[in-house]
T-cell receptor, first 112, second 112 residues
Framework: DAGVTQSPTHLIKTRGQQVTLRCSPKSGHDTVSWYQQALGQGPQFIFQYYEEEERQRGNFPDRFSGHQFPNYSSELNVNALLLGDSALYLC???????????FGEGSRLTVL | QKEVEQNSGPLSVPEGAIASLNCTYSDRVSQSFFWYRQYSGKSPELIMSIYSNGDKEDGRFTAQLNKASQYVSLLIRDSQPSDSATYLCAVRLGGGADGLTFGKGTHLIIQP
């Protein structure tokens, strides 16, 4: 049973560029959430997607956007990258009413 | 502003002893509580979830919740060197649609 998969695992961008990160949820899960984890900090909630719609959003600017596809996979897009966007980006999936989150291995973004 | 507070540590515990990790949260209406373990360079891994006041045991792990005191803890019995990691406390305000609010984590070191 495949867990949550994310791609790419590492990437380097320069300021002002755009990035797209991808996530496939755990089998049987229909909800995908994205988190940003800076070094030495806990993950911070970006947004959650369910039934192809953004259901809730954390305190992140509009430069952060996302999408969920009919197969429940998801993308996170970040425009006009800033140095402060350097972080580990975590995708988590969940299903049912309990809502326990299971994380992928993350995409480590470095902005130069 | 929802906040989750943890002592960053490091917390050093001898092998075989009980490790006690603590977490307080600010939002009184929080409903769901989670403990994640995160090894250096890896993604968070769910250890325990707890929703009601009292204790919940799973193997060597016991989660304790006191909603009146807005306090949740994790006990690890018979600590092993492989338990050395950062432990993240996470809180959800309401149902499954709400994002998790994480603490910064406690760095636990089990001394052989």
């Amino acid at each position: 049973d495949a867990g949550v998969t994310q791609s790419p695992t590492h990437l380097i961008k320069t300021r002002g560029q755009q990035v797209t990160l991808r996530c496939s949820p755990k089998s049987g899960h229909d909800t995908v959430s994205w988190y940003q984890q800076a070094l030495g900090q806990g993950p911070q909630f970006i947004f959650q997607y369910y039934e192809e719609e953004e259901r809730q959003r954390g305190n992140f600017p509009d430069r952060f956007s996302g999408h969920q596809f009919p197969n429940y996979s998801s993308e996170l897009n970040v425009n006009a990258l800033l140095l402060g966007d350097s972080a580990l980006y975590l995708c988590a999936s969940s299903g049912g009413t309990v809502g326990e989150l299971f994380f992928g291995e993350g995409s480590r973004l470095t902005v130069l | 502003q929802k906040e989750v507070e943890q002592n960053s540590g490091p917390l050093s515990v001898p092998e075989g002893a009980i490790a006690s990790l603590n977490c307080t949260y600010s939002d009184r209406v929080s409903q769901s509580f989670f403990w994640y373990r995160q090894y250096s360079g890896k993604s968070p891994e769910l250890i325990m979830s707890i929703y009601s006041n009292g204790d919940k045991e799973d193997g060597r792990f016991t989660a304790q919740l006191n909603k009146a005191s807005q306090y949740v803890s994790l006990l690890i019995r018979d600590s092993q060197p492989s338990d050395s990691a950062t432990y993240l406390c996470a809180v959800r305000l309401g149902g499954g649609a709400d994002g998790l609010t994480f603490g910064k984590g406690t760095h636990l070191i089990i001394q052989p």
